[in-house]
Structures are given as structure tokens and as C-alpha cells.
């Protein structure tokens, strides 16, 4: 299926440890983006790639490296993860010239 | 900045009854605007945009929304509600600060509740 995938769906770590959140699309976009939703359903916009260029960077703590190792795939690294960071993490993608942004399922990431 | 209100928490509805999802909006220049919506433990889907043009913009699932220019104001609407329907639903608008990055900027979310 043609689709935006994350993995993994859930993540439970401590405080203070390292993860990543891998996201694919398999639809050709050429721009990718990762939101952070909270509890509350506040969805914000965290970084942005247009073809593995970073084009948008939110104020993110610097704890939080995107890398784009090609126009398919944004992946999400974390480090030092504190009970803050937990959240669900989306990614989403969009083609050239059109505003319609295709989301992935989340990744539910819990922090203890 | 480029904003979006979402005045209701939520907007409970009986199924079969016409239904209104406020949004207002806060720009510089043409506003461009969008709806998303978010089913229970899933990534956001687009419902329709508004650019330029006709002021009732339609999109899926038989949703619309009117673009009042002098009310600042994008509600979206469905003329019968489906409990299916029930969901949470973003406005969002485009950061034109953002140059042309294509950033949008969400609302809080409304979360609809269709009553069988």
C-alpha cells in the first residue's frame, strides 16, 4: 500500500535514554515533516525536509536531530529523553506544489 | 503571526442533524486555509482547503466549509451527521511567514461527537 509508515507505533523508555522514530513514504513527496501532538491534542510542527534539506527547524531542543537519509525517509533521534518528550510523534509528507499533508499513524512515545 | 481559533472543546451532534465545526482565523494577507481530521489513534487526514475562489469550498466525506472574509471565520459544516463522523477535526492556516516552506499552523482541535 501506498501510505506514510512510523515505526515503531509505541515506544516506553526511561528518562535519559536514547531513541529513534523511523517514518517512510512510498508516495514520492518530496517534503516531509515531524509534529509533536501532547496529551492535550496540541499538534505542533517540529522540523521540515525538502528533499533532504532541512528547511524548517522549530524551537526543538537540541536534544532532537532529524536526519534525512533521502527524500523517502525522515527519521527522528532523541537524545536524553525526558518525561516531557512524552508525546505522540507524527510525520507527514506532501508533494510539490499541492498544501495536502499525508500523516502517518504516530508513534505513542512514553517516557518513565 | 498566522493563527487559527477553535472556540469549542467540543461539539456534541445527534446523528442526522446538520453540524457546524467553528474556526476563525488571524492573518497578514490571503488567508489559506485548511481542515484535517484525526479518528481515534490515527494520523491526521486532509477534509478540504480553501485558497481563493468560491466562498463554500466542499471536500470528503461530504464535509464543506464557508470562507467568511468579514466574519474572519471558516466553519466547517455537514449537512446530516453520521456517528462514523465522530472524531477530532483541526483548522489549520498557512504560515506565510514562513516563505515558501508551506508551513501551516493547527488549530486546538474540536472534537465532534455524533449521538445515534
Known amino acids: 500500500d501506498t501510505a506514510v509508515s512510523q515505526t515503531p507505533k509505541y515506544l516506553v523508555t526511561q528518562m535519559g535514554n536514547d531513541k529513534s522514530i523511523k517514518c517512510e513514504q512510498n508516495l514520492g513527496h518530496d517534503t516531509m515533516y515531524w509534529y509533536k501532538q501532547d496529551s492535550k491534542k496540541f499538534l505542533k510542527i517540529m522540523f521540515s525536509?525538502?528533499?533532504?534539506?532541512?528547511?524548517i527547524n522549530e524551537t526543538v531542543p537540541n536534544r532532537f536531530s532529524p536526519k534525512s537519509p533521502d527524500k523517502a525517509h525522515l527519521n527522528l533521534h532523541i537524545n536524553s529523553l525526558e518525561l516531557g518528550d512524552s508525546a505522540v510523534y507524527f510525520c507527514?509528507?506532501?508533494?510539490?506544489?499541492?498544501?495536502?499533508?499525508?500523516f502517518g499513524p504516530g508513534t505513542r512515545l512514553t517516557v518513565t | 503571526a498566522q493563527s487559527v481559533a477553535q472556540p469549542e472543546d467540543q461539539v456534541n451532534v445527534a446523528e442526522g442533524n446538520p453540524l457546524t465545526v467553528k474556526c476563525t482565523y488571524s492573518v497578514s494577507g490571503n488567508p489559506y486555509l485548511f481542515w484535517y481530521v484525526q479518528y481515534p489513534n490515527r494520523g491526521l487526514q486532509f477534509l478540504l482547503k480553501?485558497?481563493?475562489?468560491?466562498?463554500l469550498v466542499k471536500g470528503s466525506y461530504g464535509f464543506e466549509a464557508e470562507f467568511n472574509k468579514s466574519q474572519t471565520s471558516f466553519h466547517l459544516k455537514k449537512p446530516s451527521a453520521l456517528v462514523s463522523d465522530s472524531a477530532l477535526y483541526f483548522c489549520?492556516?498557512?504560515?506565510?511567514?514562513?516563505?515558501?516552506?508551506?508551513?501551516?499552523?493547527f488549530g486546538t482541535g474540536t472534537k465532534l461527537q455524533v449521538i445515534p
Open positions: 507527514a509528507s506532501r508533494p510539490q506544489g499541492s498544501w495536502e499533508q499525508y
Open positions: 489549520a492556516v498557512r504560515d506565510s511567514e514562513s516563505g515558501g516552506y508551506q508551513k501551516v499552523t
Open positions: 480553501y485558497i481563493t475562489g468560491d466562498n
Open positions: 525536509y525538502n528533499n533532504k534539506e532541512l528547511i
